[in-house]
């Protein structure tokens, strides 16, 4: 299995532009289903999450060409409503399937979704708002089998604001009959981003990126160009590489009306943070400051995606973090391997309390999720010495080319298979 290979204690320096948003293009990926023509998807991360969808959709009967940065999606051949099982257990995104292939088939077949392993990860609110919709969801021989003679409109009130159950709601409501109205929605800046992909291609919706959505059904949609937004989470963790590696760095491609709570934080850290024409520039100071209590929540609050990193961060600086995970109930798994390799952390419940250290021992440790393991990079950057990443499969699900972006930035890092 490929590893990362990195001799940390050099500071980040110079310029990097983010890719598009994988959790934008996924969800858009799944949306392209609902036209009636070519899509013509730019600016998507060359990440194995892609790779997969691609897959699924090929399965479907999709007809899906990439070359120089374009894809291309062909629904009209598409003759299946199937998800492979195989297929289904390697993302969480494969979830998306099921209100896609309702508004086009009437029908979804899935196992259950795959993902990082961050917590148990239900499905109960897809299905509670989709049975709203007219849907009859029954499980058998390991599948879960979602149909809709007649898929209609509803008032559906989300008990939280998920962002696959709203999602999921927005491509389902495009098959439906009348007027889909999604209350306590997630406000996430990818749904914003799927929102305007369907608006490119003759949809009505309106409310993304607040918490009430307004979806008024309408199929076939006419094909489009779009280009994906950049990926606001591999911002935040280029930021935090720098910020925690004492170095500096202008960040292009990013929104940063949708960084603004990580620039909050890292200020807070000591950094200096600027919003300059070209982009953010931060420069970090010698060493990080704590910060007190930092609570994870729903888009605009900190998102639970940068977590782990900050918290990697964090293990370097003067002073205690105390960090609340409020989205996910299992997502401080990577910090045992922090510990290994120096970190004073103290776990209790939802709260990991980070006492900051003069340095990190470079160790062999393992990526257990995607931002677990992007943590796991950002401390050996931070570390003196050696450290050996393994299970990097994980991280490379969502960084396109990591070890390649940072070394241009001057990183000691390589990929070792
Ligand atoms: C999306 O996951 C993202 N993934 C996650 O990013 C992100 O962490 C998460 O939203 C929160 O922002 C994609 O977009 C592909 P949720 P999702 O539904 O849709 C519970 C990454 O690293 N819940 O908002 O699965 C759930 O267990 C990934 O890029 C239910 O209880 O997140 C969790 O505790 C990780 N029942 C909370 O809600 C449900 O039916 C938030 O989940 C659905 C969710």
């Known amino acids: ?54 897959e699924i959709l090929a399965d479907l009967g999709c007809r899906v060409k990439c070359a120089g940065g374009i894809m291309i999606v062909d629904s009209r051949g598409m003759a299946c409503c199937e ?52 849907v009859r969801i029954e499980e058998r021989d ?15 009130y989300l008990d939280y604001p998920s962002v696959g159950a709203t999602e999921n709601v927005m491509l389902a409501a495009m098959g439906a009959s009348g007027e889909t109205v999604i209350h306590n929605a997630a406000k996430e800046p990818e749904i914003t981003d799927l929102q305007n992909y369907l608006n490119s291609c003759g949809a009505d919706i309106r409310g993304a990126g607040t918490s009430r959505i307004v ?20 911002a935040g963790t280029f930021l935090m590489a720098a910020a925690g590696t004492g170095g500096e760095l202008l960040l292009k491609g990013a ?47 900190f998102p639970t995606d940068l977590q782990p990193q900050f918290a990697a961060i ?13 989205v996910f109930e299992n997502r401080f798994g990577f910090m045992k391997e922090l510990v290994k390799m120096g970190a004073d952390i103290e776990i209790s419940g939802r709260f990991a309390i980070i006492k900051g250290n003069d340095f990190l021992y470079g160790k062999r440790v393992s990526a257990p999720d995607l931002r677990g393991g992007a943590a796991l990079v950002l401390a050996g950057l931070m570390g003196s010495g050696r450290t050996v990443v393994e299970n990097i499969e994980h991280i490379e699900r969502g960084y396109s080319g990591l070890h390649r972006e940072l070394w241009m930035l001057g990183a000691d890092i390589d990929r070792c298979i």
């Open 314 to 326: 964090m293990t370097c600086a003067e002073g205690t973090t105390t960090i609340e995970e409020t």
């Open 142 to 156: 390991g599948q879960i089998v979602f149909a809709a003679e007649r898929l209609h409109g509803a008032d559906i």
């Open 255 to 301: 929104d940063p009306r949708y960084a603004k709570c990580c620039i909050r934080l890292l200020r807070f850290a000591g950094c200096t943070v600027k919003k300059t024409d070209e982009g953010i520039w931060l420069k970090a100071p010698e060493r990080l400051y704590g910060t007190g209590t930092v609570k994870t929540a729903p888009y605009p609050g």
């Open 1 to 54: 299995m490929a590893e990362y290979i990195i001799h940390g204690g050099r500071k980040l320096q110079g310029e990097f532009t983010v890719h598009g948003a994988k959790n934008a293009v996924l969800p858009i990926m799944a949306a392209s289903i609902l036209t009636c023509d070519e899509s013509v998807i730019s600016g998507y991360p060359e990440i194995s999450d892609v790779a997969s969808m691609k």
């Open 83 to 134: 998800v492979p099982d195989d297929l289904m257990k390697r993302m969480r995104s494969s979830v998306f399937l099921i209100g896609a292939l309702l508004a086009r088939c009437g029908m979804a077949v899935i196992s259950r979704p795959g993902g990082c392993s961050i917590g148990k990860r239900p499905i109960d609110l897809h299905i509670k708002a989709l049975t709203q919709m007219g």
């Open 215 to 234: 979806i008024r059904g309408k199929l076939p949609l006419h094909g489009t160009c779009y280009r994906v937004m950049g990926d606001r989470i591999e």
